[in-house]
Protein backbone atom coordinates (compact mmCIF):
# COMPACT_ATOMS: atom_id res chain seq x y z
CA UNK A 1 0.00 0.00 0.00
CA UNK A 2 1.24 3.77 -0.81
CA UNK A 3 -0.58 5.89 1.47
CA UNK A 4 -0.62 9.22 3.12
CA UNK A 5 -0.87 7.89 6.53
CA UNK A 6 2.34 5.87 6.33
CA UNK A 7 5.12 7.89 8.07
CA UNK A 8 7.98 5.55 6.78
CA UNK A 9 8.93 2.63 4.76
CA UNK A 10 7.77 -0.58 6.17
CA UNK A 11 7.42 -4.69 5.74
CA UNK A 12 5.05 -6.67 7.95
CA UNK A 13 4.90 -10.69 8.60
CA UNK A 14 0.74 -10.20 7.47
CA UNK A 15 -1.75 -7.72 6.31
CA UNK A 16 -2.74 -7.06 9.54
CA UNK A 17 -6.18 -6.57 10.97
CA UNK A 18 -9.17 -7.06 9.65
CA UNK A 19 -7.97 -9.16 7.29
CA UNK A 20 -5.57 -11.28 9.29
CA UNK A 21 -8.14 -12.27 11.56
CA UNK A 22 -10.31 -13.81 8.73
CA UNK A 23 -7.78 -15.14 6.55
CA UNK A 24 -3.93 -16.44 6.30
CA UNK A 25 -2.62 -13.12 4.32
CA UNK A 26 1.25 -12.65 2.81
CA UNK A 27 3.58 -10.38 3.72
CA UNK A 28 2.89 -6.61 3.68
CA UNK A 29 4.99 -3.38 1.91
CA UNK A 30 4.29 -0.40 3.36
CA UNK A 31 5.21 3.05 1.47
CA UNK A 32 4.60 6.40 1.85
CA UNK A 33 3.70 9.23 -0.61
CA UNK A 34 5.81 11.45 0.48
CA UNK A 35 8.63 8.78 -1.19
CA UNK A 36 9.93 9.77 -4.74
CA UNK A 37 7.97 8.00 -7.78
CA UNK A 38 11.56 6.51 -8.29
CA UNK A 39 12.02 4.91 -4.89
CA UNK A 40 8.49 3.81 -4.87
CA UNK A 41 8.98 1.41 -8.25
CA UNK A 42 12.18 0.73 -6.26
CA UNK A 43 10.71 -0.93 -3.43
CA UNK A 44 7.70 -2.35 -5.37
CA UNK A 45 10.03 -4.44 -8.02
CA UNK A 46 11.86 -5.98 -4.96
CA UNK A 47 8.75 -6.80 -3.06
CA UNK A 48 6.90 -7.73 -6.41
CA UNK A 49 3.51 -7.59 -4.89
CA UNK A 50 0.35 -9.12 -5.51
CA UNK A 51 -2.31 -6.62 -5.32
CA UNK A 52 -1.30 -2.74 -4.79
CA UNK A 53 -3.34 -0.24 -2.55
CA UNK A 54 -2.82 3.24 -4.19
CA UNK A 55 -4.22 6.85 -4.87
CA UNK A 56 -5.11 7.11 -8.43
CA UNK A 57 -2.63 10.02 -9.05
CA UNK A 58 -0.12 8.26 -7.66
CA UNK A 59 -0.74 5.33 -10.02
CA UNK A 60 -0.74 7.52 -13.19
CA UNK A 61 2.68 8.81 -12.01
CA UNK A 62 3.95 4.83 -11.77
CA UNK A 63 2.22 4.17 -15.09
CA UNK A 64 3.97 6.44 -16.61
CA UNK A 65 7.54 5.88 -15.14
CA UNK A 66 7.28 2.20 -15.52
CA UNK A 67 5.43 2.62 -19.55
CA UNK A 68 8.69 4.43 -20.19
CA UNK A 69 11.24 2.27 -19.12
CA UNK A 70 9.88 -0.73 -20.70
CA UNK A 71 9.68 -2.41 -17.06
CA UNK A 72 7.14 -4.62 -16.05
CA UNK A 73 6.43 -5.17 -12.25
CA UNK A 74 6.07 -8.97 -11.99
CA UNK A 75 3.43 -10.59 -9.79
CA UNK A 76 0.81 -7.78 -9.67
CA UNK A 77 -2.73 -9.45 -10.38
CA UNK A 78 -4.76 -6.47 -8.56
CA UNK A 79 -4.90 -2.74 -8.13
CA UNK A 80 -7.13 -1.07 -5.66
CA UNK A 81 -7.55 3.05 -5.76
CA UNK A 82 -8.96 5.04 -3.46
CA UNK A 83 -9.54 8.69 -1.84
CA UNK A 84 -9.25 9.95 -5.45
CA UNK A 85 -11.34 10.24 -8.27
CA UNK A 86 -10.27 7.69 -10.73
CA UNK A 87 -10.25 8.87 -14.19
CA UNK A 88 -11.03 6.64 -17.24
CA UNK A 89 -7.95 7.44 -18.58
CA UNK A 90 -5.95 6.72 -15.33
CA UNK A 91 -7.51 3.15 -15.45
CA UNK A 92 -6.69 2.40 -19.05
CA UNK A 93 -3.03 4.02 -18.53
CA UNK A 94 -2.94 1.19 -14.51
CA UNK A 95 -4.09 -1.35 -16.29
CA UNK A 96 -2.43 -1.49 -19.66
CA UNK A 97 0.92 -1.02 -17.97
CA UNK A 98 0.56 -3.27 -15.27
CA UNK A 99 -1.96 -5.74 -17.03
CA UNK A 100 -3.50 -5.75 -13.94
CA UNK A 101 -7.30 -4.90 -13.56
CA UNK A 102 -7.98 -0.94 -11.16
CA UNK A 103 -10.92 -1.65 -9.06
CA UNK A 104 -12.39 1.63 -7.29
CA UNK A 105 -13.24 1.83 -4.12
CA UNK A 106 -15.39 4.80 -2.45
CA UNK A 107 -14.39 5.61 1.07
CA UNK A 108 -13.76 8.22 3.56
CA UNK A 109 -11.54 8.34 6.98
CA UNK A 110 -15.22 8.92 9.29
CA UNK A 111 -17.19 6.39 7.46
CA UNK A 112 -14.70 3.73 6.34
CA UNK A 113 -15.62 1.72 2.61
CA UNK A 114 -18.96 3.33 1.22
CA UNK A 115 -19.41 1.20 -2.36
CA UNK A 116 -16.88 -0.96 -4.02
CA UNK A 117 -16.47 -1.83 -7.43
CA UNK A 118 -18.17 -4.66 -9.25
CA UNK A 119 -16.18 -7.56 -10.90
CA UNK A 120 -18.72 -8.36 -13.44
CA UNK A 121 -20.41 -4.64 -14.06
CA UNK A 122 -18.11 -2.30 -12.79
CA UNK A 123 -20.95 -0.59 -11.09
CA UNK A 124 -20.38 0.86 -7.22
CA UNK A 125 -22.43 -1.60 -4.92
CA UNK A 126 -23.15 0.40 -1.83
CA UNK A 127 -22.37 -1.41 1.58
CA UNK A 128 -26.34 -0.96 2.72
CA UNK A 129 -25.36 -3.63 5.07
CA UNK A 130 -24.01 -0.93 7.85
CA UNK A 131 -24.62 2.19 5.55
CA UNK A 132 -27.69 4.37 4.50
CA UNK A 133 -26.57 5.67 1.41
CA UNK A 134 -28.45 8.37 -0.53
CA UNK A 135 -28.18 10.49 -3.41
CA UNK A 136 -30.30 13.78 -3.35
CA UNK A 137 -30.95 16.38 -5.97
CA UNK A 138 -31.21 20.47 -4.65
CA UNK A 139 -34.69 20.02 -3.31
CA UNK A 140 -33.17 17.05 -0.96
CA UNK A 141 -35.21 14.60 -2.91
CA UNK A 142 -33.86 10.92 -3.90
CA UNK A 143 -32.27 10.71 -7.41
CA UNK A 144 -33.36 7.98 -9.44
CA UNK A 145 -31.48 6.27 -12.24
CA UNK A 146 -28.87 8.11 -14.30
CA UNK A 147 -29.25 11.08 -12.05
CA UNK A 148 -26.67 13.26 -10.30
CA UNK A 149 -26.53 14.20 -6.95
CA UNK A 150 -25.24 14.79 -3.68
CA UNK A 151 -24.22 12.06 -1.23
CA UNK A 152 -25.59 11.71 2.41
CA UNK A 153 -24.76 8.62 4.42
CA UNK A 154 -25.64 7.57 7.62
CA UNK A 155 -23.85 4.82 9.94
CA UNK A 156 -25.91 2.12 11.30
CA UNK A 157 -23.17 0.82 13.40
CA UNK A 158 -21.46 3.84 14.76
CA UNK A 159 -22.92 3.86 18.23
CA UNK A 160 -20.29 6.13 19.97
CA UNK A 161 -19.91 9.17 17.21
CA UNK A 162 -22.82 8.51 14.81
CA UNK A 163 -23.36 10.18 11.74
CA UNK A 164 -27.15 10.82 10.94
CA UNK A 165 -27.09 11.98 7.02
CA UNK A 166 -23.47 13.33 6.97
CA UNK A 167 -23.03 15.27 3.98
CA UNK A 168 -19.34 14.43 2.30
CA UNK A 169 -19.37 16.97 -0.39
CA UNK A 170 -19.52 14.58 -2.90
CA UNK A 171 -21.59 13.78 -6.02
CA UNK A 172 -22.46 11.11 -7.73
CA UNK A 173 -24.41 9.56 -10.37
CA UNK A 174 -27.44 6.66 -9.50
CA UNK A 175 -27.88 3.39 -11.11
CA UNK A 176 -29.95 0.59 -11.39
CA UNK A 177 -29.76 -3.14 -10.29
CA UNK A 178 -26.88 -4.54 -11.38
CA UNK A 179 -26.88 -7.75 -13.68
CA UNK A 180 -24.63 -9.37 -11.31
CA UNK A 181 -27.41 -10.58 -9.07
CA UNK A 182 -26.24 -9.19 -5.86
CA UNK A 183 -29.47 -6.83 -4.67
CA UNK A 184 -27.23 -3.66 -3.24
CA UNK A 185 -27.71 -0.23 -4.53
CA UNK A 186 -25.65 1.00 -6.98
CA UNK A 187 -23.78 4.18 -8.36
CA UNK A 188 -22.93 4.54 -11.75
CA UNK A 189 -19.68 7.36 -11.35
CA UNK A 190 -18.06 9.00 -8.26
CA UNK A 191 -18.01 12.24 -9.68
CA UNK A 192 -16.39 14.33 -7.24
CA UNK A 193 -16.49 16.90 -4.70
CA UNK A 194 -18.58 19.96 -4.41
CA UNK A 195 -15.34 22.08 -4.33
CA UNK A 196 -14.05 20.45 -7.25
CA UNK A 197 -17.57 21.56 -9.44
CA UNK A 198 -17.74 23.90 -12.52
CA UNK A 199 -21.57 25.20 -12.99
CA UNK A 200 -22.08 26.32 -16.35
CA UNK A 201 -24.06 29.20 -17.44
CA UNK A 202 -26.55 26.73 -18.77
CA UNK A 203 -26.83 24.68 -15.22
CA UNK A 204 -24.95 21.92 -16.39
CA UNK A 205 -22.34 20.96 -13.72
CA UNK A 206 -18.77 20.00 -14.74
CA UNK A 207 -15.91 18.49 -12.61
CA UNK A 208 -12.72 18.96 -14.76
CA UNK A 209 -10.06 16.27 -14.21
CA UNK A 210 -6.65 18.76 -14.11
CA UNK A 211 -3.24 19.33 -13.14
CA UNK A 212 -1.18 16.41 -12.69
CA UNK A 213 -1.42 15.47 -16.63
CA UNK A 214 -0.38 18.31 -17.96
CA UNK A 215 2.39 19.40 -15.87
CA UNK A 216 4.91 18.09 -17.93
CA UNK A 217 3.92 19.49 -21.02
CA UNK A 218 4.89 23.18 -18.94
CA UNK A 219 7.88 21.85 -17.38
CA UNK A 220 9.48 18.90 -16.14
CA UNK A 221 8.09 18.42 -13.34
CA UNK A 222 8.59 15.59 -10.82
CA UNK A 223 7.00 15.48 -8.05
CA UNK A 224 4.47 17.97 -6.38
Same mark, same amino acid.
Given at each position: ?17 ? +? $? *??? #?? /? ?17 LKAFRPNSLLIYPSNLAA? +? $? *??? #?? /? ?24 QTVFGAPVADVYSSQEIG ?71 LPTLRRILGRERNLVLLP ?23
Amino acid at each position: MIRAHIGAYAEAADWGVP +A $S *LLY #KT /GPAQQIPITMSIDEQAKHLKAFRPNSLLIYPSNLAAL +A $S *LFQ #KS /GERLEGLAHIRTIGETLSPAVRALGQTVFGAPVADVYSSQEIGNAAIQCPKSGLYHMMAENLMVEVINDQGAPCGDGEVGRLVITDLHNFATPLVRYDLGDYAEVAGPCPCGRGLPTLRRILGRERNLVLLPDGRRHWPLVGFAEFRTVAPVVQY
